[in-house]
Nanobody, 123 residues
C-alpha cells in the first residue's frame, strides 16, 4: 500500500523559502515517479513538479520554474521540493503522489496520495 507523508509546510513571507518533504513507505520507492501537486481554496488542483523513478528527470509547471526544485533520495525513500522566492499565489495545500511508472504528469496517473501540507505565503 502506497503511504506518503508530507512535511515542511508553514507560514512564510513573500520572498522566503521552504523545503517540503515527502516520506514514502509501503512500496518499492525506486520504481515510482513522484509528483507534487497543490490546491488553493476555490481552485482546482494543479501539478507543480514531478521526478522520474529511474534517472531523476524532472518537470515543472511554468509558474514555478526557476523557483522550485524537486529532488529525491532513494536511500531515504524521500522526495523534496525546495521552494524559493515564494509568492502569495503559491499559497495552497501541497500534496505529494506516487505513480508506478517512469514519469507521470497528470493527477490521474498517480496511485497514491499524501494528506497534504499547508503552505501560506504572506504579502
Amino acid at each position: 500500500e502506497v503511504q506518503l507523508v508530507e512535511s515542511g509546510g508553514g507560514l512564510v513571507q513573500a520572498g522566503g523559502s521552504l523545503r517540503l518533504s515527502c516520506a514514502a513507505s509501503g512500496f518499492t520507492f525506486d520504481d515510482y515517479a513522484i509528483g507534487w501537486f497543490r490546491q488553493a481554496p476555490g481552485k482546482e488542483r494543479e501539478g507543480v513538479s514531478c521526478i522520474s523513478s529511474s534517472d531523476a528527470r524532472t518537470s515543472y509547471a511554468d509558474s514555478v520554474k526557476g523557483r522550485f526544485t524537486i529532488s529525491r533520495d532513494n536511500a531515504k525513500n524521500t522526495v523534496y521540493l525546495q521552494m524559493i522566492s515564494l509568492k502569495p499565489e503559491d499559497t495552497a495545500v501541497y500534496y505529494c503522489a506516487a505513480a508506478n511508472t517512469i514519469l507521470a504528469h497528470i493527477a490521474g496517473d498517480y496511485d497514491g496520495w499524501g494528506q497534504g501540507t499547508q503552505v501560506t505565503v504572506s504579502s
